[in-house]
Nanobody
């Protein structure tokens, strides 16, 4: 299983970005996909997750600003990020949990300038 994240970049405060993550390989029918981020000097933290059935969960810091979605037919997950803040800066990683295992993508850098 491989995950490829994309869509990061430099954006001003209040701007928007849309991240994508494409999973390839043997993808099981039951899985959970999620986005994590890691700011410089900080631990990696969960941003949002979505089940195969479409149930979602968000970190308190991004509720109302970020929206996670997926196209299960294409094994693709998205993260729409609006009203970005400097504290949203970091490397964003996608993750796939299935069959008791976890797979990570390589990360995509988001920089929010003030």
């Amino acid at each position: 299983v491989q995950l490829q994240a994309s869509g990061g970049g430099l954006v001003q405060v209040g701007g928007s970005l849309r991240l994508s993550c494409v999973a390839s390989g043997r993808i099981l029918a039951i899985n959970v996909m999620s986005w994590y981020r890691q700011a410089p000097g900080k631990q990696r933290e969960l941003v949002a997750g979505i089940t195969i059935g479409g149930s979602t969960g968000y970190a308190d810091s991004v509720k109302g600003r970020f929206t996670i979605s997926r196209d299960s037919a294409k094994n693709t997950m998205f993260l729409q990020m609006n009203s970005l803040k400097p504290e949203d800066t970091g490397v964003y990683y996608c993750k796939l949990n299935q069959g008791g295992l976890a797979y990570w993508g390589q990360g995509t850098l988001v920089t929010v300038s003030s």
